[in-house]
């Protein structure tokens, strides 16, 4: 999975990252060589001490995690080159108002990177980790992020990497904010 991100994403350098739902901080990780700031969110504090260790051990000074809410991002707008919800929507009960809010963190140009499972019928995963969704169609996703002004560039379909199911598909969008920065302008217009 992680070899599609990085493919998909490229290995051109960009200005800044946004890890929403961070984690133990792995795509701050995975993206170190190619952004300059990063920015991990996650909501439990457990999980930010741990992502805090591994970037110290990794010598990771340039980006930096802190606890927030995806539904409520108290980050500057249009501020994030790249943003990526990596295997965290499916914990959501209603993702629309999360994706909505990342896509208000784009800066013009951006592009928002969303990994989770394709439909599955798993229902264990609801009792024992707490999955409140059982997967997303590729409509579902898309549907997100056009109706909030992205172009979805790509999505790819991956066989999971999961010993214990092997008939769990993980989906990647790519959704890209279409406005194009002016040079020496602030203010940004639609391509
Ligand atoms: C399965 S982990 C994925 C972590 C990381 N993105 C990765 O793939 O390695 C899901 C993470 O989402 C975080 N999370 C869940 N709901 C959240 C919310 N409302 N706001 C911020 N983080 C949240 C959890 O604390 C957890 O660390």
Request: charged share 25%; net charge negative; glycine share 8%.
């Given at each position: 999975?992680?070899?599609?991100?990085?493919?998909?994403?490229?290995?051109?350098?960009?200005?800044?990252?946004?890890?929403?739902?961070?984690?133990?901080?792995?795509?701050?990780?995975?993206?170190?060589?190619?952004?300059?700031?990063?920015?991990?969110?996650?909501?439990?504090?457990d999980?930010?001490?741990?992502?805090?260790?591994?970037?110290?051990?990794?010598?990771?000074?340039?980006?930096?995690v802190?606890?927030?809410?995806?539904?409520?991002?108290?980050?500057?707008?249009?501020?994030?080159?790249?943003?990526?919800?990596?295997?965290?929507?499916?914990?959501?009960?209603?993702?629309?108002?999360?994706i909505?809010?990342a896509?208000?963190?784009?800066?013009?140009?951006?592009?928002?990177?969303?990994?989770?499972?394709?439909?599955h019928?798993?229902?264990?995963?609801?009792?024992?980790?707490?999955?409140?969704r059982?997967?997303?169609?590729?409509?579902?996703?898309?549907?997100?992020?056009?109706?909030?002004?992205?172009?979805?560039?790509?999505?790819?379909?991956?066989?999971?990497?999961?010993?214990?199911?092997?008939?769990?598909?993980?989906?990647?969008?790519?959704?890209?904010d279409p406005?194009?920065?002016?040079?020496?302008?602030?203010?940004?217009?639609?391509?």
């Amino acid at each position: 999975m992680e070899a599609e991100l990085c493919k998909l994403v490229g290995n051109q350098p960009f200005d800044s990252l946004l890890d929403l739902g961070t984690g133990t901080g792995r795509i701050l990780e995975l993206f170190k060589d190619q952004y300059r700031k990063g920015l991990g969110i996650d909501a439990s504090r457990d999980m930010l001490t741990i992502a805090r260790d591994k970037l110290d051990q990794s010598g990771i000074t340039h980006a930096s995690v802190r606890q927030g809410d995806i539904f409520n991002l108290a980050l500057e707008r249009e501020s994030y080159d790249l943003i990526v919800i990596h295997q965290v929507l499916h914990f959501l009960h209603d993702p629309a108002p999360a994706i909505n809010e990342a896509c208000k963190m784009l800066a013009p140009g951006g592009r928002l990177v969303i990994i989770d499972f394709a439909p599955h019928e798993l229902e264990y995963m609801r009792s024992d980790f707490a999955h409140a969704r059982l997967g997303f169609s590729h409509e579902s996703v898309s549907g997100w992020m056009t109706a909030n002004g992205l172009d979805v560039e790509k999505i790819s379909d991956l066989s999971s990497d999961n010993s214990q199911d092997k008939t769990l598909t993980v989906s990647i969008w790519l959704g890209k904010d279409p406005r194009i920065l002016m040079a020496g302008d602030n203010s940004a217009s639609i391509a």
